[in-house]
Protein backbone atom coordinates (compact mmCIF):
# COMPACT_ATOMS: atom_id res chain seq x y z
CA UNK A 1 0.00 0.00 0.00
CA UNK A 2 1.51 3.66 -1.13
CA UNK A 3 1.54 5.91 2.40
CA UNK A 4 2.12 9.32 1.20
CA UNK A 5 3.44 10.18 4.24
CA UNK A 6 6.07 7.16 4.18
CA UNK A 7 8.64 8.11 1.48
CA UNK A 8 9.75 4.37 1.18
CA UNK A 9 6.21 3.33 -0.06
CA UNK A 10 5.96 5.85 -3.08
CA UNK A 11 7.27 5.54 -6.69
CA UNK A 12 9.87 7.88 -7.84
CA UNK A 13 6.73 10.33 -9.38
CA UNK A 14 5.27 10.01 -5.82
CA UNK A 15 8.68 10.94 -4.38
CA UNK A 16 8.90 14.28 -6.89
CA UNK A 17 5.90 15.32 -6.63
CA UNK A 18 5.95 15.13 -2.79
CA UNK A 19 9.35 17.11 -2.94
CA UNK A 20 7.49 19.52 -5.65
CA UNK A 21 4.70 20.40 -3.86
CA UNK A 22 7.00 20.76 -0.13
CA UNK A 23 8.73 23.72 -2.21
CA UNK A 24 5.68 25.06 -3.36
CA UNK A 25 4.40 25.33 -0.05
CA UNK A 26 7.90 26.69 1.14
CA UNK A 27 7.49 29.09 -1.24
CA UNK A 28 3.82 30.38 -0.57
CA UNK A 29 5.17 30.72 3.17
CA UNK A 30 7.43 33.09 1.66
CA UNK A 31 5.02 34.89 -0.69
CA UNK A 32 2.81 35.36 2.52
CA UNK A 33 5.63 37.15 4.54
CA UNK A 34 6.10 39.65 1.87
CA UNK A 35 2.00 40.12 1.89
CA UNK A 36 2.59 40.81 5.51
CA UNK A 37 5.79 42.90 5.50
CA UNK A 38 4.01 45.47 2.41
CA UNK A 39 1.26 45.80 4.94
CA UNK A 40 3.66 46.39 8.07
CA UNK A 41 5.51 48.87 6.03
CA UNK A 42 2.57 50.39 3.76
CA UNK A 43 -0.90 50.45 5.68
CA UNK A 44 -2.30 53.54 6.96
CA UNK A 45 -4.74 51.61 9.13
CA UNK A 46 -4.21 51.03 12.45
CA UNK A 47 -5.79 48.03 12.71
CA UNK A 48 -3.93 46.53 9.81
CA UNK A 49 -0.78 47.10 11.11
CA UNK A 50 -1.51 45.48 14.39
CA UNK A 51 -2.92 42.97 12.41
CA UNK A 52 0.55 42.01 10.83
CA UNK A 53 2.68 42.90 13.37
CA UNK A 54 0.74 40.34 15.46
CA UNK A 55 1.65 37.82 13.18
CA UNK A 56 4.89 38.62 11.76
CA UNK A 57 6.13 38.85 15.89
CA UNK A 58 5.37 34.66 15.59
CA UNK A 59 5.77 33.98 12.06
CA UNK A 60 8.50 31.17 10.70
CA UNK A 61 9.42 31.71 7.38
CA UNK A 62 11.57 28.92 6.90
CA UNK A 63 10.72 25.07 5.80
CA UNK A 64 12.69 21.92 5.28
CA UNK A 65 12.93 22.37 1.69
CA UNK A 66 12.57 26.31 1.77
CA UNK A 67 15.45 28.19 3.46
CA UNK A 68 15.84 31.97 3.04
CA UNK A 69 19.42 33.12 4.40
CA UNK A 70 18.40 36.86 5.34
CA UNK A 71 15.91 37.62 7.67
CA UNK A 72 14.82 40.31 10.33
CA UNK A 73 14.25 38.70 14.11
CA UNK A 74 11.17 38.59 15.45
CA UNK A 75 12.23 41.59 17.58
CA UNK A 76 12.51 43.51 14.59
CA UNK A 77 8.94 43.32 13.77
CA UNK A 78 8.18 45.56 16.84
CA UNK A 79 10.50 47.99 16.24
CA UNK A 80 8.73 48.49 12.85
CA UNK A 81 5.74 48.37 14.33
CA UNK A 82 6.49 51.34 17.10
CA UNK A 83 8.31 53.18 14.08
CA UNK A 84 5.06 52.86 11.80
CA UNK A 85 2.33 53.59 14.76
CA UNK A 86 3.83 56.61 15.44
CA UNK A 87 4.04 57.74 12.18
CA UNK A 88 0.52 56.92 11.64
CA UNK A 89 0.44 59.70 14.25
CA UNK A 90 2.61 62.67 13.07
CA UNK A 91 5.40 61.64 15.20
CA UNK A 92 7.54 59.44 13.06
CA UNK A 93 10.69 62.07 12.89
CA UNK A 94 10.92 60.97 16.99
CA UNK A 95 12.47 57.95 16.48
CA UNK A 96 15.22 56.58 13.41
CA UNK A 97 15.38 52.86 12.80
CA UNK A 98 19.20 51.82 11.53
CA UNK A 99 19.86 48.07 10.53
CA UNK A 100 23.32 47.10 10.85
CA UNK A 101 25.85 46.32 7.87
CA UNK A 102 26.57 42.78 6.41
CA UNK A 103 23.48 41.68 8.26
CA UNK A 104 19.76 41.93 8.97
CA UNK A 105 19.20 43.60 12.71
CA UNK A 106 17.43 46.50 13.22
CA UNK A 107 17.81 49.16 16.66
CA UNK A 108 16.09 52.31 17.46
CA UNK A 109 17.23 56.05 18.14
CA UNK A 110 15.22 58.39 19.98
CA UNK A 111 15.93 61.65 17.73
CA UNK A 112 16.17 64.11 20.98
CA UNK A 113 18.42 61.45 22.30
CA UNK A 114 20.36 61.15 19.37
CA UNK A 115 23.72 58.60 19.63
CA UNK A 116 23.47 58.47 23.62
CA UNK A 117 21.01 55.42 23.61
CA UNK A 118 20.29 52.83 21.08
CA UNK A 119 17.12 50.60 21.45
CA UNK A 120 15.54 47.53 20.58
CA UNK A 121 13.49 44.73 21.58
CA UNK A 122 14.20 41.68 23.31
CA UNK A 123 11.57 38.82 22.93
CA UNK A 124 10.91 36.95 26.64
CA UNK A 125 10.53 33.45 26.43
CA UNK A 126 8.89 32.76 29.52
CA UNK A 127 5.20 31.49 29.60
CA UNK A 128 4.36 35.47 29.39
CA UNK A 129 5.52 35.80 26.04
CA UNK A 130 5.83 39.68 24.49
CA UNK A 131 9.15 41.82 24.28
CA UNK A 132 10.90 44.02 26.35
CA UNK A 133 12.22 47.29 25.05
CA UNK A 134 15.78 47.98 26.37
CA UNK A 135 18.14 50.41 25.83
CA UNK A 136 21.06 47.95 24.20
CA UNK A 137 24.36 49.84 26.28
CA UNK A 138 23.16 49.86 29.65
CA UNK A 139 20.39 46.45 29.37
CA UNK A 140 17.80 48.54 31.10
CA UNK A 141 14.33 47.36 30.15
CA UNK A 142 11.90 50.41 29.69
CA UNK A 143 9.14 48.75 29.08
CA UNK A 144 7.22 45.57 28.34
CA UNK A 145 4.79 44.98 25.05
CA UNK A 146 2.62 41.71 24.75
CA UNK A 147 0.22 42.23 21.45
CA UNK A 148 -1.54 39.41 21.66
CA UNK A 149 -2.36 40.46 25.16
CA UNK A 150 -2.82 43.66 24.53
CA UNK A 151 -0.54 45.12 27.67
CA UNK A 152 2.06 47.47 28.25
CA UNK A 153 4.02 48.09 31.53
CA UNK A 154 6.19 50.66 32.15
CA UNK A 155 8.98 50.03 34.55
CA UNK A 156 9.76 52.32 36.99
CA UNK A 157 13.66 50.93 37.77
CA UNK A 158 14.55 50.74 34.60
CA UNK A 159 13.78 54.84 33.80
CA UNK A 160 14.83 56.12 37.16
CA UNK A 161 18.29 54.21 36.65
CA UNK A 162 18.62 55.19 32.57
CA UNK A 163 17.31 58.72 33.04
CA UNK A 164 17.91 59.52 36.14
CA UNK A 165 20.77 58.18 37.06
CA UNK A 166 22.87 57.50 34.13
CA UNK A 167 22.04 60.37 31.96
CA UNK A 168 21.32 63.27 34.59
CA UNK A 169 25.09 64.76 34.33
CA UNK A 170 25.21 64.45 30.57
CA UNK A 171 21.83 65.21 28.75
CA UNK A 172 19.84 68.14 30.01
CA UNK A 173 16.28 67.37 31.75
CA UNK A 174 14.27 69.33 28.88
CA UNK A 175 16.47 66.18 26.54
CA UNK A 176 15.61 63.46 28.44
CA UNK A 177 11.65 64.43 29.17
CA UNK A 178 11.30 64.94 25.60
CA UNK A 179 12.68 61.53 24.80
CA UNK A 180 10.62 59.41 27.56
CA UNK A 181 7.93 61.73 26.08
CA UNK A 182 7.78 59.12 22.76
CA UNK A 183 7.62 56.11 24.85
CA UNK A 184 4.67 57.84 26.54
CA UNK A 185 2.71 59.04 23.09
CA UNK A 186 3.40 55.25 22.03
CA UNK A 187 1.87 53.78 25.01
CA UNK A 188 -0.85 56.33 24.74
CA UNK A 189 -1.97 55.51 21.06
CA UNK A 190 -1.86 51.82 21.90
CA UNK A 191 -4.62 52.60 24.39
CA UNK A 192 -6.67 55.02 22.46
CA UNK A 193 -6.36 53.22 19.04
CA UNK A 194 -6.67 49.47 20.38
CA UNK A 195 -7.63 49.88 23.86
CA UNK A 196 -4.40 48.29 25.57
CA UNK A 197 -3.94 48.25 29.60
CA UNK A 198 -1.14 50.74 30.18
CA UNK A 199 0.15 50.99 33.18
CA UNK A 200 1.90 54.56 32.73
CA UNK A 201 3.67 54.37 36.31
CA UNK A 202 6.13 56.56 37.18
CA UNK A 203 5.42 58.21 33.97
CA UNK A 204 1.77 58.88 35.03
CA UNK A 205 0.69 62.55 35.13
CA UNK A 206 -2.84 61.69 36.35
CA UNK A 207 -3.82 63.36 40.17
CA UNK A 208 -5.84 60.22 40.77
CA UNK A 209 -2.36 58.05 40.55
CA UNK A 210 -0.76 56.65 43.75
CA UNK A 211 2.83 55.64 43.14
CA UNK A 212 3.34 52.97 45.50
CA UNK A 213 6.93 52.57 47.04
CA UNK A 214 8.39 49.48 47.91
CA UNK A 215 8.50 49.18 51.29
CA UNK A 216 5.37 49.20 52.90
CA UNK A 217 6.18 49.70 56.15
CA UNK A 218 8.23 52.90 55.44
CA UNK A 219 10.98 53.91 58.36
CA UNK A 220 10.09 57.37 59.58
CA UNK A 221 13.88 58.36 59.21
CA UNK A 222 12.88 58.21 55.63
CA UNK A 223 10.37 61.59 55.66
CA UNK A 224 12.49 63.23 58.66
CA UNK A 225 15.00 63.18 56.16
CA UNK A 226 12.76 65.50 53.85
CA UNK A 227 12.14 67.48 56.02
CA UNK A 228 15.70 68.54 56.40
CA UNK A 229 16.48 68.61 52.84
CA UNK A 230 13.21 70.59 52.22
CA UNK A 231 14.21 73.19 54.03
CA UNK A 232 18.05 73.64 53.25
CA UNK A 233 16.24 74.51 49.92
CA UNK A 234 13.89 77.09 51.15
CA UNK A 235 10.71 74.49 51.16
CA UNK A 236 8.47 73.50 53.99
CA UNK A 237 7.77 70.25 54.29
CA UNK A 238 4.40 69.75 56.36
CA UNK A 239 2.36 67.49 57.94
CA UNK A 240 -0.04 65.50 55.76
CA UNK A 241 -3.76 66.06 55.73
CA UNK A 242 -5.25 62.68 56.62
CA UNK A 243 -2.61 62.63 59.91
CA UNK A 244 -0.04 60.60 58.26
CA UNK A 245 3.09 61.95 56.06
CA UNK A 246 4.01 64.55 54.78
CA UNK A 247 2.93 66.96 52.05
CA UNK A 248 5.14 69.39 50.13
CA UNK A 249 4.53 72.51 47.78
CA UNK A 250 6.80 72.59 45.12
CA UNK A 251 5.26 76.09 43.06
CA UNK A 252 3.06 76.56 40.52
CA UNK A 253 0.42 74.31 41.86
CA UNK A 254 2.66 71.27 42.43
CA UNK A 255 1.81 69.41 45.55
CA UNK A 256 3.79 66.34 46.66
CA UNK A 257 2.27 64.11 49.80
CA UNK A 258 3.82 60.69 50.74
CA UNK A 259 1.36 58.63 53.27
CA UNK A 260 0.55 55.39 54.73
CA UNK A 261 -2.70 55.04 52.04
CA UNK A 262 -3.38 51.70 54.60
CA UNK A 263 -6.35 49.45 53.36
CA UNK A 264 -7.69 46.48 55.13
CA UNK A 265 -5.03 47.02 57.90
CA UNK A 266 -2.25 46.51 55.56
CA UNK A 267 0.29 49.36 55.23
CA UNK A 268 0.63 50.74 51.86
CA UNK A 269 2.97 54.05 51.44
CA UNK A 270 2.51 55.84 48.54
CA UNK A 271 3.56 59.26 46.65
CA UNK A 272 1.17 61.40 44.85
CA UNK A 273 1.85 64.59 42.51
CA UNK A 274 -1.08 66.81 42.22
CA UNK A 275 -1.24 70.04 39.71
CA UNK A 276 -3.52 71.75 38.17
CA UNK A 277 -3.34 70.60 34.66
CA UNK A 278 -2.12 66.88 35.59
CA UNK A 279 0.65 67.23 33.61
CA UNK A 280 3.30 66.58 36.21
CA UNK A 281 4.44 63.09 37.33
CA UNK A 282 6.86 61.87 40.02
CA UNK A 283 9.44 61.51 37.21
CA UNK A 284 8.86 64.98 36.15
CA UNK A 285 9.26 65.97 40.14
CA UNK A 286 12.66 64.06 39.68
CA UNK A 287 13.89 65.52 37.02
CA UNK A 288 13.03 69.20 37.95
CA UNK A 289 13.85 69.25 41.33
CA UNK A 290 17.35 68.18 42.34
CA UNK A 291 16.55 67.73 46.15
CA UNK A 292 13.55 65.92 45.51
CA UNK A 293 15.68 64.02 43.47
CA UNK A 294 18.56 63.19 45.72
CA UNK A 295 16.41 62.74 48.46
CA UNK A 296 14.81 59.51 46.45
CA UNK A 297 18.10 58.50 45.17
CA UNK A 298 19.26 58.58 49.00
CA UNK A 299 16.51 56.10 49.84
CA UNK A 300 15.79 54.15 46.82
CA UNK A 301 15.64 50.83 48.92
CA UNK A 302 12.19 52.26 50.20
CA UNK A 303 11.16 54.68 47.92
CA UNK A 304 11.77 53.17 44.44
CA UNK A 305 8.01 53.19 42.44
CA UNK A 306 6.71 49.74 42.10
CA UNK A 307 6.69 48.14 38.86
CA UNK A 308 3.96 45.35 37.60
CA UNK A 309 5.95 42.35 40.09
CA UNK A 310 4.26 39.95 37.33
CA UNK A 311 6.36 41.76 34.64
CA UNK A 312 9.35 42.94 36.33
CA UNK A 313 9.76 41.14 39.13
Partial sequence: MINENDPSTLTTSGRLLN????????????????????????????????????????????????????????????????????????????VILQSRDHHEELTQQLTPLGDRGTFNFRVETSENGGVYYRERATGQSLFYLNLERKMFRFNSHALTQLFIIDLHDSVPADTIKASVGILVDFARYLKEDYG????????????????????????????????????????????????????????????????????????????????????????????????????YLENLTELEITSDPLIFG
Fill in 19 to 94: YNNAIKDGLQTGLRFTELMDQLIKTTDPDELVTAATELADFTLDSDFVTFPHQYSHADYYLLFMSRMLELHDQGKH
Fill in 196 to 295: YSVDFNILDAANRQNYAVRSTDLPAGVVDRLFVMAAQNDYMLTNGVNGNGAEIALGRGIVVDIFNNQLDGQPEWVLTVHDDDQEISWFDVLLRFDFMRDW
